[in-house]
């Protein structure tokens, strides 16, 4: 078993371990308050949601206490492959179409950053985290919403803002999407909202 990371904020110790083609995420916690975010919960749920589909497998998590100290161990599949640092024009046919189908599903990933897909050996590109994702009924009117600042964070973080990129993105996207033309408004109106607060956010001058 091959240690990956390991961090410690505080209370909690996070241990990733790599074996074979498994992964291992090992939370740690040595006093009673505050409590552990639940995030291999949360990923846990959306990866089962999402089972066929461009993700990991996720194979549940084990909860044990001794004294005062908790330990949780997670196990999903590690994903052979080279995360990314910037898309280029053509990925963006993979991409849109995995982002829609995940969509589909109610899982928001709420967080679409580059480093967070990886390519695998044969082409293929998977999202690989879902430690911070939002679990929606797929007929929950709020899902628009969630839909439009998803596309806003993918814009700005995953893309950089490149308009040719999130172009070819929003094509392929809502072509693989079933919505019908005002939830498409919708979806890009609360994208051009989101964008806009999280361009003024980041370029506003330091004090």
């Not at 990314?84 to 928001?108: C, K, P, S, W, Y």
């Not at 050996?121 to 679990?135: E, Q, V």
């Amino acid at each position: 078993m091959h240690l990956l990371q390991r961090k410690t904020k505080g209370n909690i110790t996070r241990e990733v371990y790599r074996y074979d083609q498994i992964l291992i995420k090992r939370f740690m916690k040595t006093r009673l308050f505050p409590d552990m975010r639940p995030v291999w919960q949360w990923e846990d749920r959306a990866l089962q949601r999402l089972a066929g589909l461009a993700v990991p497998t996720t194979y549940g998590f084990r909860i044990q206490k001794l004294n005062a100290v908790s330990e949780i161990i997670y196990v999903r599949e590690y994903v052979q492959g080279r995360p990314f640092d910037t898309f280029t024009l053509e990925d963006m046919v993979l991409l849109g179409n995995i982002m829609a189908q995940i969509h589909q599903r109610g899982v928001i990933t709420r967080d679409p950053a580059p480093n967070n897909f990886v390519k695998t050996p044969n082409g293929d590109i998977l999202c690989i985290d879902f430690g911070r994702a939002a679990l929606l009924n797929p007929r929950n009117p709020a899902l628009w919403h969630y839909l439009g600042k998803e596309m806003a964070r993918l814009r700005y973080h995953a893309l950089s803002g490149d308009k040719e990129l999130y172009r070819r993105f929003q094509e392929v996207y809502f072509e693989a999407l079933p919505a019908g033309p005002f939830h498409r408004w919708l979806i890009d109106r609360v994208s051009s909202l989101w964008y806009r607060r999280f361009t003024r956010k980041h370029s506003r001058p330091q004090k």
